[in-house]
């Protein structure tokens, strides 16, 4: 099962021994791995090459990894991102979200977790591809390309952001709550409320920011909604 989600993986990481552990867990059950262990060389390889998904260390020679992720997402490179490092700290783990991070797992970490959040992103990724545009007043998502655009304008989302987007798109004008955004996203563990309030910033930076009305509304203690501007 996870070979046909998980078929070919970047892992930028400069601890050998880490990247050997890795490399045999997914080696085993007949996954290609690139590697690099150095964040020019891992953005060169993001570039030219299709992941399934990133496996990216945070500290990193020559180019740290929030910066790579950062560069990434700045470029349009939606791969899916998943943090992992030694840095596990809630000011660590909020900036690997803002800097366009789909999930973040702390150092020492259960290879079977690595596998089963790196299938969920990917699932997540591409699971919700339908034929048609949605739309919801100056919103309209693509979801054959995951791309979404406000008054023609294109947001820069990442794949977690994208979903929350489509999730809120689909039930607009009603409330999505927090409890069902989480269980859509991470269906292998809820996270804790700011993880989802990263996300939920990154969002609002690209989908309200730009425009002098706010399309996404907070309830408080229940979720979000979207709303048409008047």
């Excluded at 979404?148 to 709550?177: D, F, H, K, Q, S």
Aim: charged share 25%; glycine share 6%; hydrophobic share 40%.
């Amino acid at each position: 099962m996870t070979t046909q989600v998980l078929k070919r993986l970047l892992l930028v990481e400069d601890n050998r021994d880490v990247a050997g552990i890795i490399f045999d867990f997914f080696e085993a059950q007949g996954v290609v791995l690139d590697y690099a262990d150095n964040g020019e060389l891992g953005l060169v390889l993001a570039r030219e090459n299709d992941f399934d998904a990133i496996i990216l260390d945070l500290m990193l020679p020559r180019m740290d990894g929030r910066t790579l992720c950062q560069k990434l997402r700045q470029e349009g490179k939606r791969t899916p991102v998943l943090m992992l490092t030694a840095l596990g700290s809630r000011e660590d783990t909020l900036t690997g979200f803002e800097c366009g991070a789909d999930d973040y797992l702390a150092k020492p970490f259960d290879l079977d977790i690595l596998q089963a959040r790196l299938t969920a992103l990917v699932r997540r990724f591409r699971g919700q591809v339908t034929p048609m545009e949605r739309t919801f007043g100056e919103l309209v998502l693509n979801p054959n390309t995951r791309s979404a655009t406000r008054r023609g304008r294109p947001l820069a989302l990442n794949p977690t952001t994208y979903t929350i987007l489509e999730l809120l798109c689909r039930a607009a004008p009603e409330i999505v709550t927090r409890e069902s955004l989480c269980e859509a996203l991470w269906p292998d563990g809820e996270p804790n409320n700011e993880v989802l309030r990263s996300h939920i910033y990154q969002l609002r930076n690209q989908l309200d920011r730009p425009f002098p009305v706010p399309m996404l509304v907070t309830v408080p203690k229940v979720g979000f909604r979207l709303e048409i501007p008047e």
